[in-house]
Nanobody, 117 residues
Framework: QVQLVESGGGLVQAGGSLRLSCVAS????????MAWYRQTPGNQRELVAS???????LYVDSVKGRFVISRDNVKSTVSLQMDSLKPEDTAVYYC???????????WGQGTQVTVSS
């Protein structure tokens, strides 16, 4: 199993920055994909950014140029640097990990990000 613990959410004004972090434990060595998803009430969880073990990244169009995802394979962490935040970025952000050993992905508990206008 893999356990994910997020930190770094909070309240920020539009134009500000936040950094989310997620630490993986358990079978963290088996993780290939790590990502951040977000969800607002009444909506499906959406992919924000993902990063593979080798470093390749993917971003949803709405955050390109503003968010940067990074990971440390030795420390089993993934981070999301969020700059130029907008009110529409307000959501609960979830850390995601996919392991080569397990068919189902793993999720963190979620951290609230609120951007005020």
């Amino acid at each position: 199993q893999v356990q994910l613990v997020e930190s770094g959410g909070g309240l920020v004004q539009a134009g500000g920055s936040l950094r989310l972090s997620c630490v993986a434990s358990g079978s963290a060595f088996s993780i290939n994909t790590m990502a951040w998803y977000r969800q607002t009430p009444g909506n499906q969880r959406e992919l924000v950014a993902s990063i593979e073990r080798g470093g390749s990244t993917l971003y949803v169009d709405s955050v390109k140029g503003r968010f940067v995802i990074s990971r440390d394979n030795v420390k089993s962490t993934v981070s999301l640097q969020m700059d130029s935040l907008k009110p529409e970025d307000t959501a609960v952000y979830y850390c995601y990990a996919r392991s080569v050993f397990y068919s189902a992905p793993f999720w963190g508990q979620g951290t609230q990000v609120t951007v005020s206008s």
